[in-house]
């Protein structure tokens, strides 16, 4: 009887370290990308059978000032309107996300981008709220929190050369505050629905962060500084 026990612990303790060499060698952000797909897969299924399902994933001021749906400040970060915006946001994801992740590790990255979406949700809600805007807009999508990473970055590394939209040169600091323009723009001019409001709250996060990791790590930063200047 003990030999069988000692087997199935054995086997289950090389099972649990096949499972965490496994998901060592995925980075947090390919993981990230991963659940951004399938929940948007998942919400396309779900929004075929009853549009309705909608109030249980995306984010809307209407509700959450209810007290209703709280959880969405969470599963909108993984949820997408179309083809088109999580093929953006999750191209955007992987280039930021895979660097920032090397620079400040795992564990850190995770929890920075998971806080800098709720802040982005919640600053949605809020600014919604003190301006008095259409409650029952839906919001969703990763870029509250990418915005996060790009605040990190300005902060950081804030002349390391990037593509703007894939096309146009700037180093780091200049693209965040372009991308946040531009955007602004187009969705006052277009009436697009574009979450601008959650943009800012995840932006501040990332500018604060980095400010923080800077004046903790002086050393450490300025040379990374130097080294991407």
Same mark, same amino acid.
């Given at each position: 009887?003990?030999?069988?026990?000692?087997?199935?612990?054995?086997?289950?303790?090389?099972?649990?370290?096949?499972?965490?060499? @496994? $998901?060592?060698?995925?980075?947090?952000?390919?993981?990230?990308?991963?659940?951004?797909?399938?929940? @948007?897969?998942?919400?396309?299924?779900?929004?075929?059978?009853?549009?309705?399902?909608?109030?249980?994933?995306?984010?809307?001021?209407?509700?959450?000032?209810?007290?209703?749906?709280?959880?969405?400040?969470?599963?909108?970060?993984?949820?997408?309107?179309?083809?088109?915006?999580?093929?953006?946001?999750?191209?955007?994801? @992987?280039?930021?996300?895979?660097?920032?992740?090397?620079?400040? %590790?795992?564990?850190?990255?995770?929890?920075?981008?998971?806080?800098?979406? &709720?802040? /982005?949700?919640?600053? $949605?809600?809020?600014?919604?709220?003190? $301006?008095?805007?259409?409650?029952?807009?839906? /919001?969703?999508?990763?870029?509250?929190?990418? $915005?996060? *990473?790009?605040? *990190?970055?300005?902060?950081?590394?804030?002349?390391?050369?990037?593509?703007?939209?894939?096309?146009?040169?700037?180093?780091?600091?200049?693209?965040?505050?372009?991308?946040?323009?531009?955007?602004?723009?187009?969705?006052? @001019? /277009?009436?697009?629905?574009?979450?601008?409001?959650?943009?800012? %709250?995840? &932006?501040?996060?990332?500018?604060?962060?980095?400010?923080?990791?800077?004046?903790?790590?002086?050393?450490?930063?300025?040379?990374l500084r130097e080294y991407f200047s």
């Amino acid at each position: 009887m003990k030999n069988k026990n000692i087997r199935y612990y054995t086997r289950r303790n090389l099972n649990q370290t096949k499972l965490e060499k @496994f $998901f060592s060698r995925i980075s947090v952000t390919n993981l990230l990308i991963l659940i951004n797909v399938i929940v @948007f897969i998942i919400s396309l299924l779900l929004l075929a059978i009853n549009e309705n399902y909608i109030d249980y994933i995306a984010l809307k001021p209407a509700n959450i000032l209810q007290g209703k749906f709280l959880w969405t400040f969470l599963t909108s970060m993984f949820m997408h309107g179309n083809f088109g915006h999580i093929f953006v946001n999750m191209i955007s994801l @992987f280039f930021i996300g895979n660097f920032v992740e090397k620079l400040i %590790g795992r564990k850190r990255f995770f929890w920075f981008y998971i806080i800098s979406g &709720l802040v /982005a949700g919640a600053f $949605f809600v809020l600014l919604s709220l003190i $301006f008095k805007a259409d409650f029952s807009v839906y /919001a969703v999508g990763a870029s509250g929190a990418i $915005f996060g *990473l790009g605040g *990190l970055l300005a902060i950081l590394t804030p002349k390391l050369p990037v593509l703007v939209f894939f096309i146009i040169p700037m180093p780091m600091w200049l693209a965040m505050i372009f991308l946040l323009g531009v955007l602004w723009i187009v969705s006052v @001019f /277009a009436g697009l629905p574009i979450g601008n409001t959650a943009h800012l %709250g995840g &932006l501040l996060v990332g500018l604060i962060y980095g400010l923080y990791l800077r004046n903790k790590y002086k050393r450490k930063t300025k040379m990374l500084r130097e080294y991407f200047s």
